[in-house]
């Protein structure tokens, strides 16, 4: 049996709603900044429950354009955790500032007990990422960039409705970044970001940037960017939406068979932090013989993926920071040691139970 992360199943179970928003889209007449965005912004901002929702391009855009949209730029610094996907870094650098990578905690996340340490005079926000699904350790980070008067911004591209304390990720800082790449919990089809923010005149300020820099035709405010969200995703997206607390519940009931399932002793399997409410968007487990495991399961027809092999600091892109193997031995362990199983809406119990018992038998 060939055990693989696939989108296909996720969208076979909706396919008839997916193609007749498509096809209402083809037949509007009105591809760019319609109806579709509008209604979609409206009601992804009510379902995580900030005020204001702003459809972009891309996941990467929508950290870009946060860093940018707070005035932060060259000789700033911004606190981020080392072990993220370059995606989040990059929303940092395009702008000009500075990454201060801060090692992570065991549930993956930045641990925010390192965070104060890392603070300089230039120090203007903490960027947090939920990674995996779950969300960071949000009260005492929220407190430390109080204590600080930094900005707060999170990156939520793994974290749609996944909570801290009963508040949603994305609603504990300045600006919730969210990607919809296709393979994320709420995943369009293609390329699509937004931000969602609590202050109207900074909701403002993302429309602009968003549409060449412009709020008037014509007039240009900021030095923009192209980054709309088309209406043919905003549209398949409101179908996705509708379908998301469901879509989050399958994924709980497939991590509770996979944590009661593999027995093997060579697995670390993921935590859960107390107050936490993870929504699983990848089920992530480590072994120090990583690689040989990898092999293994390939050898099965069960196709993993490392999330992520090479931390930002060791990238070649970031060699100009100056950071040297070692610098973060935490992060680095993870990367050397993580592996994502198979883990996708529409798995079977079959397919599940299969990789079950190809990895207890390792
Ligand atoms: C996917 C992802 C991004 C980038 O989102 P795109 O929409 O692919 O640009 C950023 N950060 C994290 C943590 C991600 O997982």
Not at 26 to 53: M, N, R, T, V
Not at 56 to 79: M, Q, R, T
């Amino acid at each position: 049996m060939k055990v693989y992360d696939r989108l296909d199943r996720q969208y076979e179970k909706y396919a008839e709603e997916y193609k007749q928003a498509a096809l209402r889209v083809l037949d509007s007449g009105w591809y760019i900044l319609g109806h579709e965005l509008e209604e979609f912004e409206k009601e992804f901002a009510d379902y995580i429950g900030y005020p204001y929702c702003v459809g972009l391009n891309s996941g990467l855009d929508a950290l870009i354009l946060a860093v940018k949209a707070l005035g932060i730029g060259a000789g700033d610094e911004v606190i981020v955790p080392a072990n993220t996907y370059i995606a989040t870094v990059l929303g940092i650098t395009a702008n000009g500032a500075v990454p201060v990578f801060c090692e992570p905690d065991e549930f993956y996340n930045i641990d925010a007990s390192r965070i104060e340490s890392l603070i300089t005079k230039r120090t203007r926000a903490i960027m947090v990422v939920h990674l995996y699904g779950q969300a960071a350790n949000m009260s005492a980070i929220r407190e430390i960039a109080d204590r600080h008067n930094l900005y707060l911004i999170e990156d939520c591209a793994q974290s749609h409705s996944a909570k801290f304390d009963g508040r949603t990720s994305g609603t504990w800082g300045d600006v919730g970044c969210f990607s919809f790449y296709p393979t994320k919990n709420l995943g369009a089809f293609g390329d699509s970001g937004a931000v969602l923010v609590k202050d109207e005149k900074l909701a403002e300020k993302f429309r602009a940037l968003r549409n060449y820099g412009s709020r008037v035709k014509y007039h240009n405010d900021y030095c923009g960017v192209n980054s709309r969200l088309d209406e043919m995703q905003a549209a398949l997206l409101r179908v996705k939406l509708s379908h998301l607390d469901e879509l989050i519940a399958e994924r709980i009931t497939l991590k509770d068979k996979y944590l009661s399932g593999i027995t093997n002793p060579a697995i670390i399997l993921p935590k859960v932090r107390e107050k936490s409410g993870h929504v699983w968007h990848l089920f992530v487990i480590r072994s120090e013989r990583r690689n040989e495991l990898h092999d293994y399961l390939e050898a099965h027809e069960i196709h993993t993926q490392i999330h992520y092999p090479i931390p930002p600091h060791m990238q070649k892109c970031y060699e100009y920071l100056g950071h040297h193997k070692r610098n973060f031995p935490i992060a680095e362990r993870f990367a050397d040691e993580v592996l994502s199983l198979p883990f996708y809406n529409g798995m079977t119990e079959d397919e599940i139970n299969y990789v079950i018992e190809v990895i207890n038998a390792f």
